[in-house]
């Protein structure tokens, strides 16, 4: 497909925070760009601002009868009335991840894959890229300051992306230049088990042609055997295991994260980052990695991670009640659970924090429940709301599982944890309970968010 023939297109769920991202792009390409999502949020409304023509709610009367092209998101199911429209009215229709891949086709494509730390990678990466001068394109599953949004048109030859696993949309992508952060369990909804989710990693990566690059966690067992029979040219990187890039003497002080950074055996600079979590100076040393992949300057590099402010729901911090400071964050998974609550400890030492969480997904509540129960064991005290439906995503077979259950059992492994019901009842639990917290940290990929906006609203 020539996207330069396109003129007219509909997105389906324009709302995710991915496919905003590019329907933003060929808006301010000047393409006339539409969309629809199933409820009203600050995407959507951002977007209505931007001149996108935006509906709230499914109907066939959203897709005009000109449109050149009609996009949908991964979640929306092959029934959807919009999707069913397209297809009588005989309009092309592709996926998010297709129309990423046809946009990246003439630049030099640099994808950042992972189970976690994906959407910070990209972020770091994006904005050294910016500080440059190298003028990327950007498409970030998230926001960022730098950004003004989820993405920038740059006219520069670099497609900064953020390459997703699920439903194996990476399979789409054909970069260039491919930093992979790390390979755990998600998504057991679509794969069967770590295994395929492995194996999947493993042909995306191998994808990488013969004169492209492969940046890869060297403390990840799982990233390194994926990569084993990759003909790209790998570079590694790490903090323990002997890496072409390392970060030493790793440490915390007044707010940030400072280490001192290693190119194939000699130091180089001490950098700080003012996000904390060891998980996020992973993300910075693979950031790192990248830009010296393409000469950019230490100076640079350190001043521009020196800079970042984190990106949308990442350790974000919205604001203080009273002495009490509301953190939320994207973590889903129980690995960035635990160690989400870790780096918030280490931020914040002899202060008392409040975890929140609201489970995303049963499937995932299910599949991962042990996994769970367990990574709440260091909390102070943690609330668990009623899990997030996911729309589109959801098995009957998956609804007997409940924030009841996993609340009690993690409180049978010693946890101090209780249930927090509703998001309506979870907030007026939190606002009975936070000012005994010096800190209150809110996870969760759902709707939680709307919360810990409520709790700083003035």
């Known amino acids: 497909m020539d996207l330069s023939e396109i003129k007219k297109i509909h997105f389906i769920g324009i709302g995710g925070i991915g496919i905003s991202a590019v329907a933003r ?58 999707r069913r429209e397209a297809e009588k009215l005989k309009i092309k229709i592709i996926t998010y991840p297709e129309l990423l891949g046809l946009l990246m086709q003439d630049k030099f494509g ?29 498409i970030l599953g998230s926001k960022a300051d730098y950004l003004g949004g989820n993405s920038r048109v740059g006219e520069g030859k670099y497609f900064i992306f953020e390459s997703d696993e699920y439903r194996r949309a990476f399979d ?30 493993r042909k995306y990566l191998e994808k ?22 990759c003909r790209a040219r790998i570079v590694t990187y790490g903090l323990e295991n002997q890496s072409d890039f390392m970060a030493k003497c790793v440490h915390v002080s007044n707010g940030r994260q400072y280490f ?88 914040f030492p002899s202060q008392k924090v409040l975890i929140v969480f609201q489970p995303h997904q049963f499937a995932r509540t299910k599949s991962l429940f042990n996994e769970f129960v367990a990574s709440f064991s260091s909390a102070d005290e943690a609330i668990i709301s009623d899990i997030y439906y996911v729309e589109g995503r959801e098995k009957p077979e998956d609804f007997d599982v409940n924030s009841v259950v996993l609340a009690e059992e993690a409180k049978n492994l010693g946890a101090n944890v209780v249930y927090g019901g509703s998001l309506r009842e979870t907030e007026k639990l939190i606002r009975t309970k936070m000012s005994n917290f010096d800190v209150v940290l809110i996870m969760g990929a759902g709707n939680i968010y709307d919360v810990a906006k409520n709790l700083t609203k003035k």
């Open 260 to 347: 001192d950074v290693f190119e194939y055996g000699d130091f180089r600079e001490n950098f700080y980052i003012n996000i904390p979590g060891k998980f996020n100076v992973y993300d910075a040393l693979s950031a790192i990695a990248g830009a010296r992949q393409f000469s950019i300057r230490w100076e640079v590099i350190k001043k521009s991670l020196a800079g970042f402010n984190g990106a949308w729901r990442r350790f974000e911090k919205l604001g203080k009640i009273g002495k009490t400071l509301i953190i939320t964050d994207y973590a889903h998974t129980p690995d960035a659970i635990a160690k989400n609550i870790e780096a918030t400890k280490e931020f």
């Open 208 to 229: 990488v042609p013969k004169d492209g690059i492969l940046i890869i966690n060297n403390d990840d067992s799982n990233s390194s055997s994926a990569c084993a029979k």
């Open 25 to 82: 792009v060929l808006n301010s390409q000047g393409k006339t760009v539409s969309g629809s999502d199933a409820t009203e949020s600050e995407i959507t409304e951002q977007l209505a601002k931007e001149g996108i023509d935006i509906k709230i709610g499914h109907s066939g009367k959203n897709v005009a009868e000109d449109a050149d092209l009609v996009v949908y998101s991964v979640a929306v199911p092959d029934d959807n009335c919009e």
């Open 172 to 201: 789409n992508y054909n970069p260039k230049m491919a930093i992979n952060t790390y390979i755990g369990e998600d998504h057991l909804d679509y794969y069967k088990n770590g295994r395929e989710i492995k194996k999947a990693f």
């Open 110 to 138: 640099i994808g950042v894959s992972g189970t976690n730390g994906k959407t910070t990678t990209t972020a770091m990466l994006g904005k050294i890229f910016v500080d440059a001068e190298l003028d990327p394109t950007v």
